[in-house]
């Protein structure tokens, strides 16, 4: 790891993908451990992750995993990071990208299957939302989801000065509402409840402690209409109506835009339709 003046830790840490370090594969030696490779250690760091979260997760505890010493695992990656780092493009690959140069379908529902596939990813593993900012993301598969996106919002038409707060506005979204829906279903796994189970246990306590607060008044509609819902339908409800007004605002600022240039032109609707 590079160092910062002084002999400190740079923080901003070299990424697994750059610098030299080799991308997949065997390890940086000749005389490696038998058996093991870097692909095999992904794939057992991502079993981990998924079984027991990041916080337990060491380079000891890998080791056990693979039956080797934590030595052995540090002839194929330098840090815990670089681990990490992997495991978090090798994840990324789940998701079932578009093809953003099939002209027949529209932007539009490229951006609801892009959307899709990233609420899923979050939700599926947990450990992925805290490391979605921690690293740069360089990784294939990453800079595969990365061109769909951005191709994808190009198609809409947006000029370029407006495309990155377009992705922002979609793809931050959808990953606090991932990130919240992920926690609220480990909540529920910890309890050993299902989510509607756990569902009715906190609104039942909620509505008996709160009663007499202000909350439960303005939120009696918004409970009404949940009438027999699950909470996985109530999840998919909210998500695709977030998701439609994201999509609706950029078809207004569009529209925005295109006033802005007819304007620029000195053209007025009259002009426009010939009258």
Do not use: C
């Given at each position: 790891m590079a160092?910062?003046?002084?002999?400190?830790?740079?923080?901003?840490?070299?990424?697994?993908?750059?610098?030299?370090?080799?991308?997949?594969?065997?390890?940086?030696k000749g005389d490696q451990?038998?058996?093991?490779?870097?692909?095999?250690?992904?794939?057992?760091?991502?079993?981990?992750?998924?079984?027991?979260?990041?916080?337990?997760?060491?380079?000891?505890?890998?080791?056990?995993?693979?039956?080797?010493?934590?030595?052995?695992?540090?002839?194929?990656?330098?840090t815990k990071d670089d681990l990490l780092e992997l495991a978090l493009d090798a994840v990324c690959g789940e998701m079932r990208l578009p093809d953003t140069e099939a002209a027949d379908v529209s932007w539009r529902d490229q951006l609801r299957a892009l959307a899709d596939e990233y609420r899923a990813l979050l939700i599926r593993h947990p450990w992925v939302s805290p490391l979605v900012g921690r690293f740069l993301n360089i990784g294939p598969n990453w800079l595969a989801f990365a061109v769909a996106v951005q191709q994808t919002v190009r198609r809409t038409g947006l000029p370029p000065h407006t495309q990155n707060g377009a992705i922002s506005a979609v793809f931050q979204f959808v990953y606090g509402f991932g990130t919240i829906e992920s926690h609220y279903a480990a909540r529920c796994a910890e309890a050993g409840m299902t989510q509607d189970?756990?569902?009715?246990?906190?609104?039942?306590?909620?509505?008996?402690?709160?009663?007499?607060?202000?909350i439960m008044e303005s939120a009696k509609e918004l409970l009404a209409v949940r009438g027999d819902a699950t909470v996985e339908e109530l999840w998919q409800r909210d998500f695709t109506v977030a998701l439609d007004l994201m999509i609706a605002g950029i078809e207004s600022l569009l529209e925005q835009e295109k006033r802005g240039e007819r304007a620029g032109r000195g053209e007025t609707p009259d002009a426009r339709q010939g009258l």
């Open positions: 160092k910062a003046a002084g002999g400190t830790k740079n923080p901003a840490r070299i990424s697994v993908w750059l610098q030299g370090k080799a991308p997949r594969g065997g390890g940086r451990p038998s058996g093991l490779d870097r692909d095999r250690i992904t794939e057992a760091s991502l079993r981990l992750l998924d079984a027991e979260g990041l916080a337990k997760f060491s380079m000891r505890r890998l080791a056990a995993e693979l039956n080797v010493t934590a030595m052995s695992v540090y002839w194929y990656v330098d189970e756990y569902y009715r246990e906190a609104t039942g306590t909620v509505e008996d402690e709160l009663s007499s607060h202000g």
